[in-house]
């Protein structure tokens, strides 16, 4: 691929029946930085939306970019570990690495904002030497793609339906608390790795699923998501193994359906290019909600709640366009993205000098041994 080739796909949307891919990840990236917005400004004493709006939207954004991400991984186990290193995990550990430095620097540069609420403060050196055994609320998402990725290979051999089974175990007990690392990345991790499977092990077949929805199914999904986020909320089934997860499910499949219908009105285009470029906006959009934050932290601001919730909108249109034109600016800074091309070099073997930074997907078989995109795995398919 050609430079400017890559440079265009970097904000360029899906097209053709994966045309769901893209708008998915852009509501979920919008709901992402939603959910960040009003917890960094509540933290600043604005009261926005209300938590039982909030509840319903949680379900969705980090489900389904695993489910995306695994999608576009169903070969992983089919390569050989060399390759697996090459091409997926040392682009994510580097990414991971590489922003959480960047994180730090940061805070230390820029004075008076909170990078962490209630963990290791961003600027505690400490916090990073141990983003392997403690990673932040910031970036764990990439350190969790990197160590699903390394999950599914080493699985390989293990029936995929005593994986699914394990996972989806392994997230009821973390989802209703029963287990808790006291660390937001490891709950994750442990709450959200059976939608990455999923997705790996039955790409082909979900694929398929969706390319067939119809009205009636979008429907029914919708009835379910309803019936169980109402469960949830009115009845306490957060707090029973199994109901976070049973509401993912059904906020997942309720989402795609959606997207497949969505993506077609010409007026939400705009949602799509937000899920091509949902790895940068996932990257960038801390700094700018940080900062805003500790501004409106001291003014020492008392609004009405009416208030709260268009400040929190308007924060959360400022952080996505500043995010988003970031992305456009960074273009040409490949190393912010992807390794030297040096670093995934297979031995006496050259390599093309660009990579797809597209969430989701990967180089196909035979082609530039670059790295695969990362979230969204972008650079292919995927933030928190």
């Not at 960040?36 to 319903?56: D, E, F, N, R, S």
């Amino acid at each position: 691929m050609t430079t400017e080739s890559a440079r265009r796909r970097l904000i360029e949307p899906e097209t053709g029946k994966r045309a769901w891919v893209d708008f998915a990840k852009g509501a979920a990236i919008v709901m992402v930085v939603y959910y960040h917005t009003a917890l960094y400004l509540q933290a600043a004493g604005i009261q926005g939306t209300p938590w039982l709006v909030k509840a319903p939207l949680e379900l969705f954004p980090m489900p389904a970019f695993f489910l995306i991400a695994g999608l576009f991984g169903n070969r992983l186990g089919t390569w050989a570990f060399a390759d697996l290193w090459r091409r997926r995990l040392l682009p994510l550990l580097y990414l991971y690495v590489l922003w959480s430095v960047l994180r730090f620097a940061f805070y230390l540069v820029v004075p008076g904002v909170n990078g962490e609420l209630g963990e290791f403060p961003a600027t505690n050196p400490i916090g990073l030497l141990l983003i392997a055994v403690w990673p932040s609320s910031s970036y764990w998402f990439i350190y969790a793609l990197f160590l699903f990725t390394l999950g599914v290979w080493l699985l390989r051999r293990v029936p995929p339906a005593v994986q699914v089974a394990a996972a989806a175990v392994l997230s009821a007990f973390v989802t209703s608390g029963i287990l808790d690392a006291n660390n937001v990345g490891w709950n994750r991790v442990g709450g959200l790795f059976v939608f990455f499977l999923v997705g790996a092990l039955y790409s082909k077949r979900l694929f398929e699923l969706v390319n067939r929805v119809r009205p009636w199914m979008l429907a029914t999904a919708f009835a379910v998501f309803v019936a169980v986020v109402a469960g949830l909320i009115l009845f306490g089934l957060r707090a029973v193994p199994g109901g976070v997860l049973l509401g993912q499910v059904a906020a997942v499949a309720f989402g795609i359906m959606a997207s497949t219908y969505l993506v077609r009105l010409r007026p939400l285009r705009f949602v799509s290019t937000l899920g091509a470029t949902s790895l940068q906006i996932y990257l960038f959009h801390l700094y700018v909600i940080v900062v805003i934050a500790a501004i409106v932290a001291a003014l020492g601001l008392e609004v009405p709640r009416w208030v709260g919730i268009c400040l929190q909108l308007v924060v959360m249109t400022i952080a996505i366009i500043v995010s988003f034109l970031l992305t456009r600016l960074t273009s040409r800074a490949r190393w912010l993205y992807v390794p030297p091309t040096w670093m995934t070099r297979r031995r006496g073997v050259g390599v093309s000098g660009t990579a797809t930074y597209r969430a989701g997907r990967t180089p196909r078989a035979g082609r530039s041994g670059g790295p695969a995109p990362v979230p969204g795995a972008q650079p292919t398919g995927e933030t928190p």
